[in-house]
């Protein structure tokens, strides 16, 4: 029988320069459903990714286990085809002068600049993705002209290059001004049509939209909350997750919090 989790995590600890940031995790997650991971800033979200990326090891117990695409050891080349990961430290090893169809290209490389030789088979996979995503006016832009907005599409279009199951947005609208906050969300709605899935990191509510199946809310490295948008999200379980008085209310899909007077 085929293994319906991607990711298994039994009581899982896990320590970062001393201090334990993920705590007694136990999780798993399938390869059906597109999740967000939404906690403060510290909360353990980022350790999280890098647990999957196998950057930070697990305390290893009799009680504890984590598997992987079905696998305790599983090879980092493998790890690296089937799970892409944008953050926002990619944009600082992007060379400015490169086009935004380049940048596509060089993700099947796993490089960040130009590439000399590139196959017709290449460019045509390239010409798929930017199709698909309806972004050929970006096509021939130098990364450095584009705006934060554009630059996350194009970054979240080379990690899409090699068909990876799934791919990890780490705070996709991070420091976005409203139109690109907005422009980048819609983008990422348009990817639930891909058979690449999505586990998206976020500490901002507006962030999550109707295509997303399952909320965590992770806070001090423990989850508070798992399940589905409308048994999750309610004033009480963001009450814990921030530690403030609010109000959550959704307008046409998009959630928002408003605080509540001292």
Known sequence: MVNKFWFEAKNINCFKNGFEV???????????ENVI???????????????????????????SRLKIFDKELINLWELRKRISTVNNDIKNRINPNLQVFDLIL????????YIQNKSEKDSYKVEKIINKMNMSNLSNKYFSYLSDGEKQISLIARALIKKPDILILDEPIANLDYKSKFFVIDKINELSKLKTKILCVTHDISTITKIYDRVIMLKEGKIIADGQQSKVINSDNLKKLYGIDVEVTKNN???SINRLSK
């Open 106 to 113: 060089s993700g099947l490389y796993g490089k960040y600049c």
């Open 22 to 32: 993920i705590k007694d995790l136990n999780l798993k997650i399938t390869y059906s």
């Open 37 to 63: 991971l939404i906690g403060p800033n510290g909360s353990g979200k980022s350790s999280l990714i890098e647990v999957i990326n196998r950057n930070i090891y697990p305390v290893i117990t009799n009680n």
């Open 253 to 255: 899909g998009i959630w």
